[in-house]
């Protein structure tokens, strides 16, 4: 039986073969590198101590200005949220409660954000006063109940939340819910903004909060109808470049904290 020889390969191939091989792989090495420089800038922006111990100490000398500032926000929202929703419920002078009813969904999400506010108010107050409650982890409490009020703000507002369950907010509130939007957008600014100043959450943590807050507000702006829709994008950028903004100070303000504290210990290192 004759033996078939492979014919060879043409030249013109072999090289096209060849620089296709060849773009690959500077394509692969151009990705790799563009990680490695995402990854290093990545890692600038992680503020902790290599040292855990140390890193836990810097924690603890910011609790007691967390319980604080963080009460004092609690207090704030507690006196907020009622003079918010009260009037513009007692204006729905036809409304009965209705497990069915989208005024319903929007009272008891509020209401459920109240008693979350209201207990971290009566609990740092206690911790200030009493000392109770030693052992918890103010800086992740605070900031579970900044992101609960945050997401309350995006989903139960009188505009977005008839939108979710396919309702036209004109039809359920009988005062002008157009206004919202905006309302929603100062209300998550002043909450951010408050946060990055008054409030020492670390970097780390602090995420949660916009990317939460303001991530699901920015996603309902896309997925359901805005009151100015030919604006949406203006909305979404001045939300995006504010909320970078009250990070990047509160990321310095954390950083220049780190760094005085350091010198502290080494001042105190010294004298002894």
């Given amino acids: 039986m004759a033996k078939v020889t492979p014919s060879p390969t043409p030249v013109g191939v072999e090289r096209g073969v060849s620089k296709e091989a060849d773009l690959g792989s500077s394509r692969w090495q151009s990705c790799k590198s563009i990680g490695k420089e995402i ?71 509020w209401c459920s954000t109240f008693i979350v506010v209201l207990s971290y108010l009566i609990t740092s107050a206690l911790r200030l006063w009493k000392g109770w409650f030693k052992k918890w982890n103010w800086e992740l409490y605070f900031m579970i109940s900044a992101s609960y009020y945050a997401l309350s703000l995006s989903f139960a507002n009188f ?29 998550l600014d002043g909450l951010m903004t408050c946060v990055a100043m008054y ?54 303000n954390e950083k220049s904290r780190r760094e005085k504290w350091q010198a502290l210990l080494r001042v105190l290192e010294q004298e002894e």
Avoid: Q
């Fill in 39 to 109: 990854r290093r800038y990545l890692s600038t922006l992680d503020l902790r101590f290599e040292d855990a111990s140390e890193e836990v100490n810097f924690k603890e000398s910011l609790e007691n200005e967390v319980i604080l500032h963080g009460c004092l926000a609690a207090l704030c929202g507690v006196i907020v949220i009622p003079v918010a929703l009260v009037p513009v419920f007692a204006r729905e002078f036809s409304f009965m409660f209705a497990l069915g009813d989208v005024r319903s969904g929007l009272l008891l999400t």
């Fill in 159 to 187: 505009w977005h939340m008839p939108l979710m369950v396919g309702i036209r907010p004109e039809s359920v509130w009988h005062h002008d819910a157009r206004g919202t939007e905006v309302f929603i957008l100062l209300a």
């Fill in 199 to 252: 409030v020492p959450v670390r970097a780390c943590n602090l995420w949660i909060l916009p990317v939460l807050g303001v991530g699901s507000y920015l996603v309902l702006l896309m997925a359901v109808d805005s009151v100015f829709p030919n604006d949406r994008h203006l909305t979404v950028g001045a939300l995006l470049a504010l909320t970078s903004m009250a990070s990047n100070g509160a990321w310095r």
